[in-house]
């Protein structure tokens, strides 16, 4: 399984971007995909999670709720996160990451359930 990252970039307070993750040797209805980020000194911390099953889940971490989208496009299997109004606090590497098994919706945010992970793109919010 593979996943490639892109889309991060310097931007302004306020300003959105959208990162993509396109997914190779894995169908991304099959498990859950999750975005992470990570920014030095600090853990790394979930931002947000799909998960198809009869309905699909989300998770959202309460820093992205609200300002934050993660969808997928089935066709390209490729997972996006939408993120609009960024905030400096925002900054950090974020990495995508793929699950092997079905996860319970509890478990979304965890990322030592993740087996595989993309090489992090860097989102720079700075006036």
């Known amino acids: 399984v593979q996943l490639q990252a892109s889309g991060g970039g310097l931007v302004q307070p306020g300003d959105s971007l959208r990162l993509s993750c396109a997914v190779s040797g894995r169908t991304i209805r099959d498990y859950p995909i999750a975005w992470f980020r990570q920014s030095p000194g600090k853990e790394r911390e979930a931002v947000t999670a799909m998960r198809y099953g009869t309905a699909t889940s989300t998770y959202y971490s309460s820093p992205a709720r609200g300002r934050f989208t993660i969808s997928g496009d089935n066709a390209k299997n490729t997972v996006h996160l939408q993120m609009n109004n960024l905030k400096p606090e925002d900054t950090a590497v974020y990495y995508c990451?793929?699950?092997?098994?079905?996860?319970?919706?509890?478990?979304?945010?965890?990322?030592?359930?993740?087996?595989?992970w993309g090489q992090g793109t860097q989102v720079t919010v700075s006036s």
């Open positions: 990451a793929a699950s092997s098994v079905r996860l319970p919706f509890g478990l979304l945010s965890d990322w030592t359930r993740y087996d595989d």
